[in-house]
């Protein structure tokens, strides 16, 4: 750890630490990224100017996609970290000292700026949410909504569906299949990477039928769980698995790419689905989403959500991973497939 404090002082107020960590990216990688591309350092909490907000992050949300951040042109729809800088995510925290009337001390706030203990900003940054939404603030973090815009919108889950999963014991994936279940699908089957997980999904999570894409050819399994063949497919992962699900659709079949899972996990270039004659024949819709092109949702999707949670009638399955300095092996370790449920970070509190 690199020890080196800014030379500004810290004057917030009693109580609020005089320093805290921030993790740099400080080498692009060559393929998978290793431990030596981040620098954690403890920096000095800067003083606060007019309109600032200081906040203490509790929790900060690690996803496969800043794997692809860190590599630099990715494709996806947000900036690359850059050398040198403090990286970004989704983080959750509280405010600790306000020189904007809109936010208070105590306020609980959702924000980009992870991969810091202290974030400080401008108030128009966080986003302030209701404390007792859900039974811990890590939960705001979760991938819900990404899972119900993703079956809703750009898969157009209808009641009697058969649906499809890969990374079904992740944080989009354990969330899709239970909602595509409360939707209405007829059947919901997962693919994870280790029999644990399998029996993860259909022991606790309810999904009717799961397979590790391990064992053999994934037609194969996929063809045994869907007799019946498929007619949504939440595609987390590509290669393999999207051919199969192409090849195990029915007519009129629709898949939703949210993730490539293939591709994260290895940092090689993605075979992709392979021969389309499949989907000209079954007039098949393959249409990749970002969340961001839904947020309209987040509000119809966050009561529906409580109200599962309150009824028991959903699982919400989260790993909690413990400070900053152990979250870029965990970075790596997420995607390695050590965890289940959405991964998170607590950073404070
Ligand atoms: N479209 C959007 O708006 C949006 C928003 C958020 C996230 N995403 C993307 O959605 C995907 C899922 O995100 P998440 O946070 O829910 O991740 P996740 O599923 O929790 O990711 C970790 C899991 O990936 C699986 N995995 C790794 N390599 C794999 C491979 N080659 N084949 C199959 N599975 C593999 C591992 O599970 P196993 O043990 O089962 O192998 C691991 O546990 C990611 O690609 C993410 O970047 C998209």
Same mark, same amino acid.
Request: glycine share 12%; hydrophobic share 40%.
């Given at each position: 750890?690199?020890?080196?404090?800014?030379?500004?002082?810290?004057?917030?107020?009693?109580?609020?630490?005089?320093? !805290?960590?921030?993790?740099?990216?400080?080498?692009?990688?060559?393929?998978?990224?290793?431990?030596?591309?981040?620098? #954690?350092?403890?920096?000095?909490? $800067?003083?606060?100017? $007019?309109?600032?907000?200081?906040?203490?992050?509790?929790?900060?949300?690690?996803?496969?996609? *800043?794997?692809?951040?860190?590599? @630099?042109?990715?494709?996806?729809?947000?900036?690359?970290?850059?050398?040198?800088?403090? *990286?970004?995510? %989704?983080?959750? /925290?509280?405010?600790?000292?306000?020189? %904007?009337?809109?936010?208070?001390?105590?306020?609980?706030?959702?924000?980009?700026?992870?991969?810091?203990?202290?974030?400080m900003?401008?108030?128009?940054?966080?986003?302030?949410?209701?404390?007792?939404?859900?039974?811990?603030?890590? *939960?705001?973090?979760?991938?819900?909504?990404?899972?119900?815009? @993703?079956?809703m919108?750009?898969?157009?889950?209808?009641?009697?569906?058969?649906?499809?999963?890969?990374?079904?014991?992740?944080?989009?994936?354990?969330?899709? !299949?239970? #909602?595509?279940?409360?939707?209405?699908?007829?059947?919901?089957?997962?693919?994870?990477?280790s029999?644990?997980?399998?029996?993860?999904?259909?022991?606790?999570?309810g999904?009717?039928?799961a397979?590790?894409?391990? %064992?053999?050819?994934?037609?194969?399994?996929?063809?045994e769980?869907?007799?019946?063949?498929?007619?949504?497919?939440?595609?987390?992962?590509?290669?393999?698995?999207?051919?199969?699900?192409?090849?195990?659709?029915?007519?009129?079949?629709r898949?939703?790419?949210?993730?490539?899972?293939?591709?994260?996990?290895?940092?090689?270039?993605?075979? /992709?689905?392979?021969?389309?004659?499949?989907?000209? @024949?079954?007039?098949?819709? #393959?249409?990749?989403?970002?969340?961001?092109?839904?947020?309209?949702?987040?509000?119809?999707?966050?009561?529906?959500?409580?109200?599962?949670?309150?009824?028991?009638? #959903?699982?919400?399955?989260?790993?909690?991973?413990?400070?900053?300095?152990?979250?870029?092996?965990?970075?790596?370790?997420?995607?390695?497939?050590?965890?289940?449920?959405?991964?998170?970070?607590?950073?404070? /509190?």
């Amino acid at each position: 750890m690199n020890s080196s404090l800014k030379s500004t002082p810290a004057s917030i107020r009693p109580g609020v630490p005089r320093t !805290g960590l921030e993790a740099r990216l400080v080498a692009r990688p060559q393929g998978l990224p290793t431990l030596d591309c981040f620098e #954690i350092t403890e920096v000095a909490v $800067p003083d606060l100017a $007019p309109g600032q907000v200081l906040v203490h992050n509790l929790f900060m949300s690690l996803d496969p996609g *800043m794997l692809m951040l860190m590599e @630099g042109e990715s494709g996806l729809p947000m900036p690359r970290y850059e050398l040198g800088e403090v *990286m970004y995510g %989704d983080a959750i /925290g509280e405010v600790v000292a306000s020189a %904007d009337p809109s936010l208070d001390e105590g306020d609980l706030v959702i924000h980009r700026l992870g991969w810091r203990e202290y974030a400080m900003a401008r108030a128009g940054v966080f986003r302030r949410v209701d404390k007792d939404a859900y039974p811990a603030p890590s *939960m705001h973090l979760g991938f819900g909504l990404v899972a119900y815009v @993703g079956l809703m919108n750009a898969a157009e889950l209808r009641p009697g569906d058969t649906v499809f999963v890969s990374s079904a014991a992740g944080a989009t994936g354990s969330m899709a !299949g239970q #909602i595509a279940r409360l939707k209405g699908a007829a059947r919901v089957i997962g693919s994870a990477g280790s029999r644990d997980k399998v029996a993860h999904l259909t022991e606790k999570l309810g999904f009717d039928a799961a397979f590790d894409y391990h %064992d053999g050819p994934v037609h194969d399994r996929l063809r045994e769980a869907a007799p019946d063949g498929i007619d949504v497919y939440f595609d987390n992962v590509g290669g393999e698995q999207l051919r199969a699900a192409i090849e195990v659709m029915n007519v009129h079949g629709r898949i939703a790419v949210c993730g490539a899972l293939n591709r994260q996990s290895t940092a090689r270039p993605d075979e /992709g689905p392979g021969d389309l004659l499949s989907v000209l @024949g079954k007039r098949l819709t #393959i249409r990749g989403f970002t969340l961001w092109d839904h947020l309209e949702r987040a509000a119809e999707f966050g009561a529906q959500f409580r109200s599962w949670l309150r009824e028991g009638s #959903i699982v919400y399955d989260e790993t909690v991973i413990e400070g900053l300095a152990s979250a870029p092996q965990a970075l790596l370790d997420l995607v390695r497939g050590a965890y289940t449920g959405k991964t998170v970070v607590r950073l404070g /509190g």
